[in-house]
């Protein structure tokens, strides 16, 4: 039975990513340029890091039309077949971005605190514009595999944490997502068993890029949108939906969103904490609104300048 598996880059999902702008820059190097490259890494029991890792890579080698492939390694087949591939994750005992080589277990002060996956990020993504939002996430995993959470703070870790339960509806952490590979994975070199341990890590990252995506395109929204009070009037209602309300909710203090629906109907909506609850509560009797919701929570006016007027009001849940 082969040891190796190979994963077909057209084959994973997520079809619309070629349609986004490159995530990063391209380097100069040999094997970013190479018709197909070749990733390997270690076989079972898998961490997070270098699943994360290899995912990286795959998706920076999608997004520049490059195949790759990517070698699951038994322990004898790291010491003899390892140096005939592109490019080695957590393996090989080297740090060498320009040949390929993202490995922190041999230490030094340039994999210091970093992980596979903290090594490939930190060389490949430095200029996303992505970068802001996926680097706690990284980081924590970075801490996770090493121990050292070095100059990042409780809150980053915290903030890491918020951000990827936020791409899979308050998911799992990474330690439990450490455990979920163990038991799909278990404790001897499978390849079949490898390469569902990677489609699991796989569907998480590419829920991280959306996530990212989301946010940046929240981001900009807020800072164009017109601030009332503690909240944002939008122009139109193409901006608002879930993406823009669990940024307001994760990442801002903003406590309610207003938009036109229609000529004579303006919409004022509740945003939510992260616990859940509502930041504002509308009266019910709040007038001029011609209607308000019975939870309170939304809000309907003729029009912008008679919610703005009553929002002026409206007192802030406590």
């Known amino acids: 039975m082969s040891t190796t598996i190979t994963v077909a880059l057209a084959s994973i999902r997520d079809t619309n990513m070629t349609e986004q702008p490159l995530t990063a820059r391209t380097p100069q190097w040999p094997w970013v340029k190479r018709r197909l490259v070749r990733i390997g890494t270690h076989g079972c029991p898998h961490h997070v890091d270098e699943l994360v890792a290899v995912c990286l890579l795959e998706r920076y080698l999608r997004e520049r039309g490059v195949p790759c492939e990517v070698v699951f390694l038994s322990r ?4 003899t077949a390892a140096s005939g591939l592109d490019v080695l994750v957590d393996v090989g005992g080297r740090f060498d971005p320009a040949a390929g080589r993202f490995d922190h277990h041999q230490g030094g002060p340039d994999v210091e605190g970093r992980s596979a996956a903290g090594l490939v990020f930190d060389a490949l993504y430095a200029d996303s514009p992505d970068r802001n939002y996926l680097e706690p996430v990284i980081r924590h995993i970075d801490w996770i595999d090493t121990g050292r959470p070095g100059n990042h703070s409780r809150a980053t870790l915290d903030h890491a944490e ?10 799992p952490s990474m330690l439990s997502l450490s455990a979920v590979l163990k038991a799909v994975g278990g404790f001897q070199h499978d390849v079949g068993k490898s390469a569902k341990c990677l489609e699991i890590v ?17 981001e900009h929204v807020v800072r164009s949108a017109e601030k009332v009070g503690g909240g944002l009037f939008l122009p139109d209602a193409e901006a608002y939906g879930p993406g823009l309300l669990e940024y307001l909710s994760r990442e801002t203090n903003f406590r309610f969103v207003g938009f036109p629906v229609s000529e004579n109907r303006f919409y004022v909506v509740a945003v939510r904490d992260v616990e859940g609850q509502n930041r504002i509560l509308f ?34 849940k406590r």
Do not use: C, K, M
């Open 202 to 218: 796989r569907a998480l990252v590419d829920s991280w890029f959306r996530q990212a995506a989301t946010y940046r395109e929240a």
């Open 162 to 171: 918020t951000f990827a339960a936020g791409t899979a509806g308050r998911g």
């Open 283 to 316: 009266p019910q009797d709040w007038s001029p609104a011609a209607f308000v919701h019975d939870n309170q929570f939304l809000a309907v006016f003729p029009d912008a300048d008679s919610a703005r007027h009553a929002l002026q009001s409206v007192q802030t």
């Open 76 to 79: 004898e087949e790291i010491e």
